[in-house]
Nanobody, 127 residues
Framework: QVQLVESGGGLVQPGGSLRLSCAASGFALDYYGIGWFRQAPGKEREGVSCISAGNEGSTNYADSVKGRFTISRDNYENTVYLQMNSLKPEDTAVYYC???????????????????WGQGTQVTVSS
C-alpha cells in the first residue's frame, strides 16, 4: 500500500522541541521532493518546509520557522524528518507531509500538486 505516515506530534510547552517523522511505504521517497505543511483551526494550509528529491539537498523554510525548524531526509530509512525547536504557541496546527515526484525544493514547491499526502499529526504548543 502506497502511503505517507506522519508521527511525532504532541503537546509541548513554549520553547520546547519536537521531531516529526514522515515515513513512506510502497514507494521510494528519494525520488520525491517532500514538503511539510500545517493547518491551524480557521486558517489556510501553509507550506512550512521542503527538501528536494534525491541527494540534491536543497531546502526551503517559511519565514515564520526559519532558524527554528530543520528538515532532513534519510533515504535508507525512507523517512523525512522535521526537527522543530523553540516552539511557539503560533506553531500549533496539524502538520502534514506531502510528496511530489522528482521535485526541486523552492518557494514555489508548496503550490505544486502533490502526489501523496499523509494523514497529519497534531502539534500543540501550550503552557
Amino acid at each position: 500500500q502506497v502511503q505517507l505516515v506522519e508521527s511525532g506530534g504532541g503537546l509541548v510547552q513554549p520553547g520546547g522541541s519536537l521531531r516529526l517523522s514522515c515515513a513512506a511505504s510502497g514507494f521510494a521517497l528519494d525520488y520525491y521532493g517532500i514538503g511539510w505543511f500545517r493547518q491551524a483551526p480557521g486558517k489556510e494550509r501553509e507550506g512550512v518546509s521542503c527538501i528536494s528529491a534525491g541527494n540534491e539537498g536543497s531546502t526551503n523554510y517559511a519565514d515564520s520557522v526559519k532558524g527554528r525548524f530543520t528538515i532532513s531526509r534519510d533515504n535508507y530509512e525512507n523517512t523525512v524528518y522535521l526537527q522543530m525547536n523553540s516552539l511557539k504557541p503560533e506553531d500549533t496546527a496539524v502538520y502534514y507531509c506531502a510528496a511530489a515526484s522528482l521535485s526541486y525544493c523552492s518557494r514555489s514547491f508548496y503550490n505544486r500538486p502533490m502526489e501523496y499526502w499523509g494523514q497529519g499529526t497534531q502539534v500543540t504548543v501550550s503552557s
